[in-house]
C-alpha cells in the first residue's frame, strides 16, 4: 500500500483538476468493480460482494489536494496567485511551486538581509507573493503559463521509519486505503466514491451521495495532528502513531453517536479525535437526501495543508481494519 | 546541459559546512583536472595554483560553504532545537524538510504551528520555538548528537530559459565560474600566476578567505559572490538586475584601478555587465582579502541571485557565463599588473 500511497501522492490534482488522480485510480480498481464518472468528476464504483448487507454503505475518500491557481502575470514576468482551498501563508514563503506538473517555479522571499527587524518577525500578506519561474517579461512567461493554470507546493515522498513525509496526504491516504478495500473487501456489496472538490466546500460528495443515496457511510480522511514537542496533551488533536481517529463532532458535522462507540470499542487500535475542529466531506454526506448516517475514520497528519505533512504507516493500516469492520458492522445492523 | 550548468547542479546538490565536505571533495577534484591543487589542513578550504610568466599572484576567490543550521537539542520525542550559520529568514521555515547529518542522515521536517494553537498571528522572533521533527521519535538520540549539521533538502532543478534553481547557488555559482574559468585557462600561456581560492566559512564572518589570502600572499585579488537580484520586494536601488550580466563591484574597499581595469576588458569585448555600487564594506570575501598582510588590491564580481539564503535561489547561467568571459579576458591581458 505504500507503493501505491507514494504514486497517489506524486500525482498533482487540485480541486477541479482531478482527472490525473482519477485515472490513476481506474487503472487501479477497473478489474475489481464497475465504475462510472459523473459531471463533476466523481469516480464512482460499486462492488459487489457475497452478501447484501442490511443498509446500502458508501464509503468517500477525496482526490482533490490544496495548491494554487494563476491569477495574473507581471509585466516583468512574475504570477500572481490565489490558493486553493486553506494554505496558511506561512507554508507558501520560498517554497518551489511546479504547474501544470511541469514548470518549476519559486515563491520569492525578500532576502532576509534586506528585511527590517520588524519585516523578518510577520508573516508577508498573501496578496505580495508571487512565483518566479524565471520569466523575464510577460510575454516569456506566457510561452509556459496561463492564467488560470493550477500548481502545488513541491515535496518529494519520503519514508522514514514508519512515518511518510509528503505532500497531499490529505487525502491520497483515504484513496489507497479505499483502493485497497475495493480490492480486498467482498463480505458485502458497497459503494465506494472517490469524490472532487472537498478542499473547496466538500461539491463532489454532495452530488456523488445524492446519486448513491446510501444509508450509512464512511469517510476516510486525513486530520490534524498537533502531537509537538511542547504541546500538552489536551491540545494534541491526534497522536500520529496512536492509530486512526475517530470523530464525534467537528465543524461540519455531528457524528453518529452508535458508529462513533462502535468504532471507539472495537477493539482495534484508534484514538477518539479530542478536538471539534475542521471539518469533512461528512458535513454534506450526513444531509444529503432524508440523511445518512456516518462515522469519519481520519489518519492524523502533522503540518497537515502544507507541502510536508507526516503520518504513520501503521494508522493508515488500522484505518483500513476499522473501515472493514464498519462495513461489516453497518451490513449486519438492523433497524431498532 | 552546459559545462557551467552541470557542475552548478552537482555542487547545489553536495553539501559543505563544517565536517560535511561532499561538495567542497567534488570541486578539488573539478579543479584538479586542470591545475596543482593543494587541501587546507583544517576546514574546507583548497587552492589550485596556474602558474604565468611573471611573479605577479592574482588570486581568485569564491567560498564553498553554505548557510546551514548545526543542532544544539534533542528532546525524547525526536524534536531537535537548532541554531542557524548564517542568515536564515525564519518565516522561510515552516514545514520545509532537511537532511539531518547525524550518524546517518536522516530527513526532517521543520514544524509548522497548527492554526489552533495560535494565539494570534504567527511571530518568527526566535529559532528556538522552530522546532525540526525527525519524524524518529525516543529513537532520535542513538542517530542525532549536539552539533550536528542540518542543511536544505532540496535539488536543483531548470527554470523556463537559461535560469535555475537550487540551494547554496550562493556561492557554489562562484565556485562553478573559477572551475570554468580554470578549464578555459588550462593549457594557455599565462602572463601572471593564476591561484583558485576556494574557501571556508564566509557565511559566518569570511572567516576562510582570512588564512587562505595569507597563505596565498598575493598582489592582487577578484572575489566572486553572489549580489540580490531584483524582484517585486526588491527595488533597482538594492539590487542588480537578474539575467543582465556580471555586477562589477564599485566600492571604497576596493581597488578603483582593477575595478576600472574589470569595466574596461567587459565593455572593450561587449560582455554584458552592471556596476554594483556600495558606500563601503561588500559583504564579501573581498572585505578581508583586501587587508590581508600587507595589503591586497581587490577587485569584486557578483552573480545577481534571487531568495538568498533560502533553498529557492534562483540565477541565470549566462550570468555565470559573462562572469567567466570577463574573468578570462582579464587574466589573458595581465590582470592590474
Redesign the interface.
Known amino acids: 500500500m505504500i507503493k501505491l500511497l507514494e504514486n497517489l501522492c506524486k500525482i498533482d490534482a487540485t480541486s477541479g483538476d482531478e482527472k490525473g488522480v482519477r485515472d490513476f485510480i481506474i487503472n487501479e480498481i477497473k478489474d475489481y468493480c464497475e465504475y462510472k464518472t459523473d459531471n463533476l468528476g466523481n469516480l464512482i464504483c460499486f462492488k459487489k460482494g457475497k452478501n447484501t448487507p442490511n443498509r446500502k454503505i458508501m464509503l468517500d475518500a477525496h482526490t482533490d489536494e490544496v495548491g494554487l491557481i494563476i491569477k495574473s502575470i507581471?509585466k516583468?514576468g512574475?504570477l500572481k496567485f490565489e490558493c486553493v482551498g486553506g494554505i496558511?501563508t506561512?507554508?507558501l514563503?520560498?517554497?518551489?511551486v511546479l504547474i501544470n506538473e511541469s514548470?518549476?517555479?519559486?515563491?520569492?522571499?525578500?532576502?532576509?538581509?534586506?528585511?527590517s527587524e520588524d519585516e523578518?518577525?510577520?508573516?508577508?500578506k498573501k496578496d505580495?507573493l508571487?512565483i518566479?519561474?524565471?520569466?523575464?517579461s510577460r510575454e516569456?512567461?506566457e510561452?509556459?503559463v496561463s492564467i488560470g493554470d493550477r500548481a502545488v507546493m513541491c515535496?518529494?515522498f519520503?519514508v522514514?521509519?514508519d512515518?511518510i513525509?509528503s505532500k497531499a496526504l490529505d487525502d491520497r491516504i483515504g484513496c489507497a486505503v479505499l483502493i485497497d478495500i475495493i480490492k480486498t473487501y467482498d463480505n458485502y456489496d458497497f459503494y465506494a466514491v472517490f469524490s472532487t472538490r472537498e478542499e473547496i466546500g466538500a461539491m463532489g460528495a454532495k452530488t456523488a451521495t445524492f446519486s448513491i443515496n446510501p444509508d450509512s457511510a464512511v469517510i476516510l480522511e486525513g486530520t490534524?495532528a498537533?502531537d509537538?514537542?511542547?504541546?500538552p496533551d489536551d491540545?494534541r488533536?491526534t497522536v500520529v502513531?496512536g492509530g486512526v481517529a475517530v470523530s464525534f463532532m467537528d465543524r461540519g458535522a455531528v457524528y453518529d453517536k452508535k458508529y462513533y462507540n462502535e468504532a471507539i470499542n472495537s477493539g482495534l487500535k484508534c484514538q477518539t479525535k479530542t478536538?471539534v475542529?475542521g471539518g469533512n466531506n461528512s458535513q454534506v454526506i450526513q444531509i444529503s437526501r432524508g440523511g445518512v448516517r456516518t462515522v469519519a475514520l481520519s489518519v492524523p497528519c502533522?503540518?497537515i495543508h502544507?507541502?510536508?505533512s507526516?503520518a504513520d504507516i501503521n494508522d493508515i493500516r488500522s484505518s483500513k481494519e476499522l473501515a472493514v469492520y464498519m462495513m461489516d458492522f453497518m451490513a449486519k445492523e438492523t433497524d431498532d | 546541459m552546459s559545462f557551467i550548468k552541470d557542475t552548478l547542479c552537482d555542487l547545489s546538490n553536495l553539501d559543505a559546512v563544517k565536517s560535511v565536505d561532499e561538495a567542497s571533495r567534488y570541486a578539488y577534484q573539478k579543479l584538479c583536472e586542470y591545475c596543482e591543487c593543494k587541501k587546507s589542513k583544517n576546514n574546507l578550504s583548497f587552492s589550485g595554483v596556474m602558474k604565468g610568466e611573471s611573479d605577479y599572484t592574482l588570486m581568485l576567490d569564491a567560498h564553498i560553504d553554505q548557510v546551514s543550521f548545526t543542532v544544539t537539542n534533542v528532546?525524547d520525542?525526536g524534536?531537535l532545537t537548532v541554531a542557524n550559520c548564517g542568515?536564515?529568514?525564519?518565516?522561510?521555515l515552516?514545514?520545509?524538510?532537511v537532511i539531518i547529518h547525524g550518524k546517518e542522515k536522516?530527513?526532517g521536517?521543520f514544524?509548522?504551528?497548527?492554526?489552533?494553537?495560535l494565539k494570534c498571528?504567527?511571530?518568527?522572533?526566535n529559532i528556538q520555538d522552530l522546532?525540526i521533527?525527525?519524524?524518529?521519535?525516543k529513537?532520535a538520540k542513538e542517530i542525532i548528537s549536539l552539533g550536528d549539521v542540518v542543511t536544505f533538502?532540496?535539488d536543483f532543478?531548470?527554470?523556463?530559459?537559461?535560469?535555475?534553481?537550487g540551494k547554496s547557488l550562493d556561492d557554489r555559482a562562484g565556485v562553478t565560474a573559477l572551475i570554468e574559468v580554470a578549464r578555459r585557462l588550462y593549457g594557455k600561456k599565462l602572463p601572471i600566476n593564476v591561484v583558485f581560492s576556494i574557501v571556508d566559512a564566509e557565511e559566518l564572518g569570511m572567516r576562510g578567505a582570512i588564512p587562505a589570502t595569507f597563505d596565498i600572499a598575493p598582489d592582487e585579488a577578484i572575489a566572486v559572490d553572489v549580489t540580490?537580484a531584483t524582484?517585486?520586494?526588491?527595488s533597482e536601488n538594492?539590487g542588480g538586475y537578474?539575467?543582465k550580466g556580471v555586477m562589477i563591484g564599485v566600492s571604497p574597499v576596493l581597488d578603483s584601478c582593477v575595478t576600472d581595469k574589470l569595466n574596461t576588458i567587459a565593455f572593450d569585448n561587449r560582455i554584458p555587465f552592471q556596476n554594483e555600487v556600495m558606500g563601503g564594506r561588500t559583504?564579501t570575501d573581498s572585505d578581508v582579502i583586501s587587508v590581508s598582510g600587507m595589503g591586497v588590491k581587490t577587485g569584486l564580481l557578483s552573480i545577481p541571485l534571487?531568495?538568498?539564503?533560502?533553498?529557492?535561489e534562483?540565477v541565470?547561467i549566462a550570468d555565470i557565463e559573462s562572469v567567466c568571459d570577463l574573468l578570462e579576458q582579464y587574466i589573458l591581458s595581465g590582470g592590474a599588473k
Not at chain 1, 515563491?107 to 538581509?113: D, N, Q, R
Not at chain 2, 532543478?157 to 534553481?165: A, M, P, S
Not at chain 2, 524582484?231 to 526588491?234: E, I, S, T
Open positions: 507581471t516583468d512574475f496558511d506561512s507554508v514563503v520560498a517554497r518551489r514548470v518549476y517555479g519559486v515563491i520569492g522571499s525578500k532576502p532576509v538581509h534586506l528585511s523578518r518577525k510577520k508573516l508577508p505580495n508571487y518566479d519561474i524565471g520569466a523575464l516569456e512567461a510561452n509556459y515535496s518529494n519520503t522514514n521509519g512515518k513525509i490534524t498537533s509537538l514537542s511542547g504541546v491540545k488533536v502513531g478536538a475542529s502533522r503540518y502544507s507541502s510536508n507526516v | 528532546d520525542e524534536f542568515g536564515i529568514d525564519l518565516r522561510t515552516p514545514s520545509k524538510t536522516v530527513v521536517v514544524i509548522s504551528t497548527p492554526v489552533h494553537l498571528e504567527p511571530e518568527f522572533e522546532k521533527d525527525t519524524c524518529l521519535g529513537k533538502n532540496q532543478k531548470e527554470l523556463i530559459g537559461n535560469r535555475v534553481t540580490f524582484a517585486p520586494d526588491v538594492e537578474l539575467s559583504g534571487r531568495n538568498m539564503h533560502t533553498d529557492c534562483v541565470d
